[in-house]
């Protein structure tokens, strides 16, 4: 009897290792989840094993689910960590997919094609009501954006100092911030470049800004100027599994730190990862080559 159930423990234990080994269990804010899938896609393609993904509703929470065992690997953004990328790094494995921008958008009919980082940043707090100082007239700012959901959201709440000001509608989708942007001559959106530049949504009814931090003005589709942080107001999305990965993790976070990562940001419309992060990701290759030896 002693030795059946030794052997019934034992085909359990073993069932398990070979579930672990061919599943993971994912987790994102939602306004990554379509990503995620189409990650999960590309690596099954390559023979990876299936993964099971899970929305968590606030992108604050996500990293929390990887640390409570509820998640095997999270995506998350630098804006929503809730610590520099060095800290993340030292705590745990990561590899970076690519950087994403903001890009700040306005009726066509907006005289104002480029905008300074100080004007930028006081729109964005609220210190603006009205266009004037922009010198575009004194018509009242209606100020677009996305709710607490989306990664963009902590993304301007640290630019507006802690606080998005109350007369920021949030709006569901970036596509409901291009099409109620269409609709006025006063109005100022937010959302992120990369679900503008894939085809996803109809911009032709908006004019996407140039942003001056520096000696010229920068438009968010410039990949070396998002990627360098000459573009304000850019994060990085990045996957994370624990400092001591499964083999399964680890495989995963390979494929995002190499070339299956970087034709997905190319799909994506993401730019390169920063140059730190780009490091981190030979890191990260090189732990996956030392665990096959």
């Not at 030795?3 to 234990?13: F, Q, Y």
């Amino acid at each position: 009897m002693k030795k059946l159930t030794l052997m019934l423990g034992m085909g359990l234990l073993f069932s398990a290792q070979a579930w672990a080994d061919n599943h993971l269990r994912a987790a994102c804010d939602e306004g990554h989840d379509n990503l995620l899938s189409r990650l999960a896609e590309d690596y099954a393609k390559q023979g990876g094993p299936r993964i099971e993904r899970q929305a968590a509703g606030n992108p604050m929470a996500v990293l929390g689910l990887l640390d409570s065992g509820q998640a095997d690997v999270v995506l998350i953004t630098s804006a929503t960590a809730g610590m520099p990328f060095a800290g993340l790094t030292k705590k745990y494995s990561t590899a970076t997919l690519g950087t994403d921008a903001m890009a700040f958008i306005v009726h066509p009919a907006n005289p104002v094609s480029n905008l300074d980082a100080a004007k930028l940043n006081a729109i964005l707090r609220g210190e603006y009501r009205d266009w004037k100082p922009t010198g575009m007239g004194d018509g009242p700012i209606l100020r677009y954006g996305l709710g607490s959901g989306n990664a963009a959201f902590h993304v301007i709440r640290a630019a507006s100092g802690g606080t998005i000001p109350a007369s920021t509608q949030r709006l569901r989708s970036a596509a409901h911030v291009t099409a109620a942007v269409s609709e006025s001559l006063n109005a100022f959106g937010w959302a992120p470049v990369s679900l503008l530049r894939t085809g996803e949504i109809n911009t032709s009814g908006v004019k996407v800004l140039m942003i001056q931090s520096g000696k010229a003005p920068v438009s968010p589709s410039d990949s070396a100027a998002v990627s360098s942080g000459t573009y304000p107001h850019t994060w990085s999305i990045i996957a994370v599994g624990s400092k001591q990965p499964s083999p399964a993790v680890l495989g995963f976070l390979q494929f995002v730190a190499g070339k299956g990562g970087s034709m997905a940001a190319a799909r994506e419309k993401l730019a390169p990862p920063p140059p730190a992060a780009r490091a981190e990701n030979q890191r990260t290759l090189s732990l996956k080559s030392a665990a096959r030896k």
